[in-house]
């Protein structure tokens, strides 16, 4: 079945160092959606990638999504300690049409 | 706040079981959508409602069931709980019958099998 895979599981960073996780899915995918996910919290809407080869920012953050629709990264200039959590992608598969997360990345960064 | 409600915030039950996790979506949305988030595990996709229907299935167990009423909030049947079922359990909404939109999360129901 579909499978969407990310890495790393886990990061930490020194503030003000930038941090990027990697997206992989099986398949070729319709478009890609990112979450960030607080400790004790619930997934937030970060951005969705349609596009071949589009690239999105968000203040510090840059979004990329490859040419084939199969991965797709987050990256994050100088962090914060405000960037703490977790990241997950999310493809939706151009058949089944589900949203499929990755396992996320945990991202702590120390003051 | 995301505008879906869930409740209870907290579950805890014996083994063998039933509960029940009800959601209430967004305002105006007519899809709704379980995911289950175990201890350092990602989201699990669970099933999917629209408008009262069941669109998407997921990796959801027989023991599970869900539905969706005509006010549009669902609810989450587990049955037979095992200690493994003990888990987050987030509901999503959004306004679209594909998954090719923003999804809205609930704060989530957090279950404990003992």
């Known amino acids: 079945g579909q499978q969407v895979m990310q890495i790393p599981q886990y990061q930490h960073v020194q503030e003000g160092e930038d941090f990027t996780t990697y997206c992989n899915s099986s398949?070729?995918?319709?478009?890609i959606q990112w979450y960030k996910q607080r400790p004790g919290g619930h997934p937030v809407f970060l951005i969705q990638?349609?596009?071949?080869?589009e690239v999105k920012k968000q203040k510090r953050l840059t979004f990329q999504f490859g040419e084939a629709k199969k991965n797709s990264s987050l990256h994050i200039t100088a962090t914060q300690t405000t960037d703490v959590g977790t990241y997950f992608c999310?493809?939706?598969?151009?058949?089944?049409?589900?949203?499929?997360f990755g396992q996320g990345t945990t991202l702590q960064v120390k003051p | 706040d995301s505008g879906v409600t869930q409740t209870p915030k907290h579950l805890i039950t014996a083994t063998g079981q039933r509960v029940t996790l009800r959601c209430s979506p967004r305002?105006?949305?007519?899809?709704v959508y379980w995911y289950q988030q175990s201890l350092d595990q990602g989201l699990q996709f669970l099933i999917q409602y629209y408008n009262g229907e069941e669109r998407a299935k997921g990796n959801i167990l027989e023991r599970f069931s869900a539905q969706q009423f005509p006010d549009l909030h669902s609810e989450l049947n587990l049955s037979s709980l095992e200690l493994g079922d003990s888990a987050l359990y987030f509901c999503a909404s959004s306004g679209s019958q594909g998954m090719n939109t923003e999804a809205f999360f609930g704060q989530g129901t957090r279950l404990t099998v003992v």
């Open positions: 305002s105006g949305d007519l899809s």
């Open positions: 398949t070729t995918l319709s478009n």
């Open positions: 999310a493809g939706v598969h151009p058949r089944t049409g589900k949203l499929i």
């Open positions: 990638l349609v596009k071949s080869g």
